[in-house]
C-alpha cells in the first residue's frame, strides 16, 4: 500500500507544478510580484507558501525513505522562485519514482522515528496513514489556499488533476 499512496504523491507533486504555471501566468498578467506569492501566507503565524511546497516534499521524500529503510536525499530550503519551486516538485517526483513495490516489503512493522519525537516510534503503517498522508495534503491544500488568497484563478479541478476516465458507462 505506501507505494500506491506514494505514487499518488508523486502525481499530486506532478499536478501542483502546473498549478504554479497558473500562478506564474496570474502574477505577469496583474503585474504581481512573483516574490509576494512565494512569500505569501495564509495567516502571520503559517508558514510560507514557498515552505509548505517545500514541507509536502519532504514529508512525501521522508515518508518513503523511511518506509523503504533508507536515508531521504537532503533538498535545501532555499527557493526563491517559482522555478525554484518547480525544480524541488520534480525533484521529489523523481526521487518517489526510484521506488518499486518491493521496496515497501516491511513497510507496515518498520519502528520510525520522528525528530520531532526521539524517544519514541511509531510503525509504519501507522506513520502513514497518522502522519504521512495528513501531512502531505495539509501542506498542498495550504499551499493551494495561499494561491487561491492571492486572487489565482484554479479551482478543483486543478488540485486534482489527472483522472484515469475511461470512455462509456460502468
Known amino acids: 500500500m505506501p507505494y500506491r499512496i506514494l505514487q499518488q504523491f508523486a502525481q499530486n507533486l506532478t499536478t501542483f507544478s502546473r498549478v504554479l504555471d497558473k500562478a506564474e501566468a496570474h502574477a505577469r498578467a496583474n503585474d504581481t510580484d512573483i516574490a509576494e506569492l512565494v512569500q505569501g501566507r495564509l495567516a502571520p503565524d503559517m508558514f510560507t507558501f514557498a515552505r509548505q511546497i517545500q514541507s509536502a516534499t519532504d514529508t512525501a521524500k521522508y515518508a518513503a525513505a523511511r518506509l523503504a529503510g533508507q536515508t531521504a536525499p537532503v ?3 532555499n527557493e526563491q522562485t517559482l522555478d525554484d519551486l518547480r525544480a524541488r516538485l520534480q525533484k521529489a517526483v523523481d526521487y518517489l519514482n526510484t ?3 518491493g521496496d515497501f ?3 507496515a512493522d518498520r519502528k520510525i522515528t520522528l525528530g520531532f519525537a526521539p524517544d519514541q516510534h511509531i510503525v ?3 506513520y502513514l496513514h497518522q502522519f ?3 501531512n502531505f495534503y495539509f501542506h498542498l491544500v495550504t499551499a493551494y ?3 487561491r488568497c492571492n486572487g489565482v484563478a484554479i479551482g478543483k479541478k486543478d488540485y486534482i488533476g489527472f483522472m484515469n476516465l475511461k470512455p462509456g458507462t460502468a
Open 124 to 126: 509504519g503503517e501507522d
Open 75 to 77: 533538498f535545501e530550503d
Open 99 to 101: 521506488f518499486g513495490p
Open 132 to 134: 504521512v498522508i495528513p
Open 105 to 107: 516489503e516491511h513497510a
Open 145 to 147: 489556499d495561499i494561491l
